[in-house]
């Protein structure tokens, strides 16, 4: 089992920046594959960017490349994602979660374990 617990949301204006982390717990943290995804009301949770075990490879969603950076510290066991640059679109819940590979990213359902998420609001 891993638990994963997000923090950092919160309130901020267009243009503005957040740090989000996740602090992981359990089985060992290097061995899994961190993604962050997020869901706005009424929408499907939707991938956000991605990090692999090492740290080595990172894979962004087209909408926050350039603005968004995901990186982990696995001494740590945390992972966050740096959001500059935000717009009110990029209003959701932001989730954290954890995977055992390097497959197929994009997909929640190749996600085994899921943090509760935190809130993100940007205000225009």
């Known amino acids: 089992q891993v638990q994963l617990v997000e923090s950092g949301g919160g309130l901020v204006q267009a243009g503005g920046s957040l740090r989000l982390s996740c602090a992981a717990s359990?089985?060992?943290?290097?061995?899994?594959?961190m993604g962050w995804f997020r869901q706005a009301p009424g929408n499907d949770r939707e991938f956000v960017a991605a990090?692999?075990?090492?740290?080595?490879?990172?894979y962004y969603a087209d909408s926050v490349k350039g603005r968004f950076t995901i990186s982990r510290d696995n001494a740590k066991n945390t992972v966050t994602l740096q959001m500059n640059s935000l717009k009110p679109e990029d209003t959701a819940v932001y989730y954290c979660?954890?995977?055992?590979?390097?497959?197929?990213?994009?997909?929640?359902?190749?996600?085994?374990?899921w943090g509760q998420g935190t809130q993100v609001t940007v205000s225009s």
């Open positions: 979660a954890a995977q055992k590979g390097w497959t197929n990213v994009r997909r929640t359902n190749e996600y085994d374990y």
């Open positions: 990090i692999s075990m090492s740290g080595g490879l990172t």
């Open positions: 359990g089985r060992t943290f290097s061995y899994f594959t």
